[in-house]
């Protein structure tokens, strides 16, 4: 039992480090040094080299469990069945393309939250290893970003564009990266200066990255943190008020405001007026029409049916009804909202909150409100807030074998 914990553990903390620090790495030196790596974007590939991991060590393990939870069983009903809805639709499809591309797009967006998951339902307990690797590759970014903005002036670090290097990632996925860093060591350090190093470390960074939607969440997400913590814990105020205080002095004393207007920070301030959201205005009027059409089924693929390009989707919670019908946007939005509900209950009625608990209450805010305005269905990190709560249940389980087997052990002693 304690070798395969192990194993899962490792296999869990070797692919966190890949998927998101090694992500940042690997796309920083294939832009900022024009080299042409293999392994393409990366994340794909390495996801999908860990999904075929998972399904063969980590997944059969749960399976072969007496029972599961109820939200165990949730979690794997909405992989079967967006697994059974997509075969469905390609089996009677008459060789439409929109429908292949759909189902292309359904499949890789599968393979990628299966990986997800597992990769955070058996993130271990003691995770001293991935927290060394995220703060430096947290520190070391700020440090770079910092660099970059004294010799260039550039109040926004956009590699593509300055390397002409079309081959990497855009910001959204370096973005994408640096908040799950962030909101897990957020979650998992205790220290004051630690705290206040990746706090200010990591609004420096999403901010540099141009990223809107990841900057505000980790901001409101922060926010909400700090304000579930400060009746128990004064210091954790303080950090945060020290924080506010020191980004503020930064703000006046070095930023040129005339410069900043011209971030995409500053759009946020009159959002309505900035060409993607109204973009994304017209994906989601054109998702709720469909469901409108066919409030049962959706309409799977639509997006692409209507403007022919596989990322026209609803940037919100509507593309999960649009996509997969009803059924699926009621297990997708239960997913969501039973880890968020019982993580604000928790600290509201406990007087301790575990790291654990922690890391659920975080990642439930930030996922709520980004597939609330900003991320579909196919958003990857989604699932990771899912596998966060039931990695819960699964540790208190272990905990509790443990002590079963402790005692069985001091009664065949005697």
């Not at 009804?321 to 509900?341: K, S």
């Amino acid at each position: 039992m304690k070798g395969k914990l192990a194993l899962s553990g490792n296999i869990s903390q070797s692919g966190m480090a890949l998927l998101f620090p090694g992500f940042l790495f690997y796309h920083f030196f294939s832009g900022y040094f024009l080299l042409h790596l293999p392994l393409a974007g990366f994340f794909g590939p390495t996801a999908a080299f860990f999904a075929v991991i998972c399904i063969a060590t980590l997944s059969i393990s749960v399976l072969r469990k007496a029972t599961i939870n109820f939200y165990e069983f949730l979690v794997f009903l909405f992989f079967l069945y967006v697994l059974i809805y997509t075969g469905i639709h390609f089996l009677i499809s008459s060789g439409d393309d929109y429908v292949r591309r759909a189902v292309v797009q359904s499949l890789e967006s599968w393979v990628l939250c299966f990986t997800v998951f597992f990769m955070a339902y058996w993130f271990p307990k003691e995770i001293g290893f991935t927290k060394r690797i995220f703060f430096s590759t947290l520190i070391l970014t700020a440090l770079f970003l910092g660099w970059y903005l004294y010799e260039t002036g550039n109040l926004m670090f956009y590699v593509t564009e300055d390397r002409d290097a079309d081959h990497i990632s855009t910001y959204q996925g370096f973005a994408r990266s640096v908040l799950v860093i962030s909101l897990i060591l957020l979650a998992s350090t205790s220290r004051v200066i630690a705290r206040f190093a990746v706090f200010v470390a990591s609004i420096f960074v999403l901010f540099l990255l141009g990223a809107r939607s990841e900057f505000l969440v980790f901001l409101l997400a922060s926010l909400a943190f700090v304000a579930a913590l400060c009746f128990r814990e004064v210091k954790t105020l303080l950090i945060f008020c020290i924080s506010l205080a020191f980004l503020a002095l930064v703000l006046i004393g070095y930023v040129d405001f005339e410069v900043f207007s011209e971030s995409r920070h500053f759009q946020l301030l009159d959002i309505s007026s900035a060409s993607s959201w109204i973009e994304r205005e017209e994906f989601k009027e054109t998702a709720i029409y469909q469901i409108q059409n066919s409030p049962l089924l959706g309409y799977f693929g639509g997006h692409i049916a209507h403007y022919g390009i596989e990322g026209a989707y609803s940037h919100d919670l509507f593309s999960a009804w649009a996509n997969y019908g009803f059924f699926g946007f009621f297990i997708y939005m239960l997913l969501i909202l039973v880890p968020l509900i019982h993580s604000v209950i928790i600290f509201i009625t406990n007087k301790s909150i575990t790291s654990e608990w922690q890391l659920v209450f975080l990642f439930s805010i930030a996922i709520f409100i980004l597939v609330g305005g900003a991320k579909s269905v196919f958003f990857v990190l989604t699932p990771l807030a899912w596998g966060f709560y039931a990695r819960i249940f699964r540790l208190n389980n272990d905990a509790l074998k443990k002590i079963k087997a402790q005692h069985m052990y001091c009664l065949q002693g005697k």
